[in-house]
């Protein structure tokens, strides 16, 4: 055998032409590419961008193109893997080639001597064997293996050397030309993102100007719709000013006239005109001046989810207080309920007809009622299978254990849960106590009020102390919510408890955190008591008018928007409910009333 057959000045013409940096004219170290395709080192282009610092490109020494570097600089630029890869081959080939001259150096035309027949030149390469060999190899070992002289050998390997550089030389133009048009693409890349974000920023800036205009147009016919609701409350305003400029100035000449005729010598002679203008100036007195309701004050703006917003030119109800027209008896909707029947006196046991004054009412699922009754201090029952056409009833006996119940309701359960003056007691129809629970504390807590939710939730109103406590069924306590000014009436609808406050002539709406839903306010002579709610929350409101002497009912949303007056005429009302069937029942100090709609 004998060392490969290798050439140095092939591998040297391939170091200068290929692996020769541009700038220091050394071989190729950590090569960068830029985008022009061609590399130099790391090193030699670091050197070249500090020659211009401030700027952020970088031109290549050899076509003269500019190269984009980023916030790193040149460390950035893609690293040639290519050429390293063939430094490396051209590398390990020079050590190999180094290693065989160290070992046997080459003779005059480059001859080698056979590594296994020390003295004997090769003659001939084995083509079977792929090496060297000589004439002893041949004679021995090589006999039948064809064979090809060293000159054929060398010219047929210079022969695929120049092919295959050629192929890389190719390659790498293949390469460059994908790299330009990489570069091409990326520059129309760009082209594009900017001309897509200007397009962007033009519709934005059409949209914003028609959106823009769009408002301007909206405010400007709000301005003139204000402009316009100031005019007509300044004209009322100022009428009503005049009004009482008025009747300010007939007061004062009269005043002058009375004056000038008391002082007079013919006094009695004008005594009858001076007794007139006296009863005038009397008359005057008792005239009360006009006022400027909160509405012809009111103007505001508000937001609106569908467009630019509204003007709120009347006082709507808002929490803590609500419009004085709101409250008044002026129905917004048909007096549509009618007296159905009237309770007034009804016969014991005994037979005797007694007289009761009803409190507070509750009816169970079948019709059957239960009156709280403040004459006995007991709880009477009217049956619904009762005579309706007859105004006395016969009541079952009274209800064992209560001691002046002050408020009365019916669960879900059909159980009637009874507030007396000693706590809370649930009965079943056949009025046996199931259980009971007192409120506690020192002294006794004396509960006022009553009411039930659709998950049997116990609510009781503690006027003495203003809160309401909330319990289970079983009568543990869940919470206690403040309730300023409770009196003897509440209801409850979907965690709503609503209550009424007879002495701040307030309905006053709380959700089960305490957090107040709503507040209404009645007018000055409107004194509200009982109330209760339809199965969609509808709020029915008894109302006592002290003016008129008479009691109505009042209807409002569940929201606590006011509706309307749905029954007027009903003698003091006190507690209400509304049956299974949707009767409205009303307790006044005289009778219980059963009204229907329709």
């Known amino acids: 055998m004998a060392s490969r057959v290798t050439d140095q000045p092939l591998l040297q013409k391939i170091s200068h032409r290929h692996l020769e940096c541009q700038i220091c004219m050394d071989r190729f170290k950590e090569p960068k590419m830029l985008e022009c395709s061609h590399s130099y080192c790391l090193k030699c282009l670091q050197q070249l961008a500090e020659t211009n610092p401030t700027s952020t490109k970088l031109t290549c020494p050899a076509c003269r193109s500019e190269s984009l570097l980023t916030r790193k600089g040149v460390f950035e630029l893609r690293t040639d893997f290519k050429l390293i890869s063939l430094l490396d081959d051209i590398r390990e080939h020079e050590t190999e080639l180094q290693s065989q001259r160290e070992i046997q150096p080459p003779g005059k035309g480059s001859v080698f001597k056979c590594s296994k027949h020390t003295g004997k030149d090769v003659i001939m390469y084995c083509d079977s064997c792929k090496q060297l060999i000589c004439t002893t190899c041949i004679a021995k070992d090589h006999k039948m293996h064809p064979a090809t002289e060293l000159k054929e050998v060398v010219d047929n390997c210079k022969k695929k050397a120049n092919e295959i ?38 519709k934005a800036d059409e949209k914003i100007a028609e959106e823009v205009a769009r408002i301007r147009e909206e405010e400007n016919n709000l301005v003139v719709e204000l402009a316009q609701t100031y005019k007509d409350k300044a004209t009322q305003i100022e009428t009503v000013l005049a009004t009482n400029n008025n009747e300010m100035t007939k007061a004062q000449n009269k005043q002058v006239v009375i004056n000038h005729h008391m002082v007079e010598v013919n006094f009695f002679e004008n005594l009858h005109l001076i007794e007139k203008l006296l009863q005038d100036l009397k008359d005057y007195t008792e005239i009360q001046p006009k006022q400027v309701t909160s509405d012809l004050t009111n103007i505001d703006f508000e937001n609106d989810q569908k467009s630019f917003g509204r003007l709120k030119i009347k006082e709507e109800q808002k929490l803590g207080a609500a419009s004085a027209s709101e409250t008044a008896c002026k129905p917004k909707t048909k007096l549509t309920w009618t007296l159905k029947t009237e309770r007034t006196r009804y016969k014991n046991r005994d037979k005797q007809i007694q007289n009761f004054c009803p409190l507070d009412v509750a009816s169970f699922c079948n019709g059957d009622i239960v009156v709280c009754d403040s004459i006995s201090s007991a709880l009477i029952q009217i049956s619904a299978d009762s005579n309706a056409q007859s105004k006395v009833f016969v009541s079952d006996p009274s209800i064992k254990g209560i001691f002046k119940p002050r408020g009365v309701t019916v669960n879900k359960n059909d159980e009637l849960i009874v507030v007396d003056h000693a706590g809370v007691k649930i009965f079943n129809r056949k009025y046996t106590c199931l259980h009971q629970f007192t409120l506690g504390g020192q002294p006794i807590i004396r509960p006022s009020c009553i009411a039930v939710d659709d998950n049997n939730l ?11 406590s909330l319990h289970k069924p079983d009568g543990t306590l869940i ?38 839903v709503f507040s209404v306010d009645f007018k000055q002579s409107k004194y509200p008591r009982g109330l209760c709610c339809n199965k969609d929350g509808s709020i029915y409101v008894a109302v006592w008018d002290y003016e008129l002497s008479t009691g109505e009912i009042h209807h409002y949303s569940p929201d606590g928007q006011y509706i309307g007056c749905i029954i007027k005429g009903c003698t003091d009302p006190n507690g209400i409910t509304i049956t299974p069937a949707g009767d409205l029942i009303v307790a006044t100090y005289e009778s219980v009333q059963i009204y229907c709609h329709g």
């Open 458 to 468: 116990i609510a009781v109103g503690i006027g003495d102390h203003g809160k309401i």
């Open 479 to 516: 919470t206690t919510l403040p309730a300023a000014g409770i009196g003897r009436y509440l209801t409850v609808h979907k965690q709503q408890l609503i209550y009424t406050n007879r002495f701040c002539k307030k309905m006053v709406s709380v959700d089960y955190n305490g957090g107040i």
């Open 165 to 202: 550089l050629a192929a890389v030389a190719q390659h790498h133009i293949t390469f460059k030309i994908a790299m330009e048009d990489i570069g091409m693409s990326w520059k129309l890349l760009d082209t594009m993102f900017r001309a897509t974000k200007a397009k962007i920023s033009k």
